[in-house]
């Protein structure tokens, strides 16, 4: 079964850490990365630009109407997320449970069950 492992990021709370705990958070996402690419669990990582850099984009009477920024003010976005696969859930946090973000207070990874995909590589079953 397919997961998304969700990071959000809360712009006041990583500025709020020591230099030396912003580096822990870095250097612990290439240690996960390792664990589970060794465990053949890890199908996809990416980290998302900060949501400035963002476009949204509504169709309005046919026409593409493109606004800059995030869809929502905020205080946390999304930052980035990896795509596991694993036999089961409890499975599925344990591996949340190991990224840094999830040790920082006012952070956390949400694990969401994938029940769709779509793609060259991806199969119909998630």
Known sequence: MKFLLIMHMNPQIW??????????VVEGQA????????????LAANALADPAESAVVRVREGAPMVSDGPYLE????????????????????ELAAMIP??????????????????????????
């Open 74 to 93: 905020a205080k946390e976005y999304l930052g980035g997320y990896y795509l596991v696969e694993c036999a089961e859930r409890d499975r599925a946090i």
């Open 101 to 126: 973000d999830a040790k920082v207070e006012g952070l956390g990874v949400e694990v969401r069950p994938v029940v769709f995909a779509a793609g060259p590589e991806a199969s119909s079953e998630a």
């Open 15 to 24: 500025e709020s850490l020591t230099e030396e705990e912003r580096n822990e």
């Open 31 to 42: 240690e996960f990365m390792e664990t589970v690419r060794e465990s053949g669990e890890l």
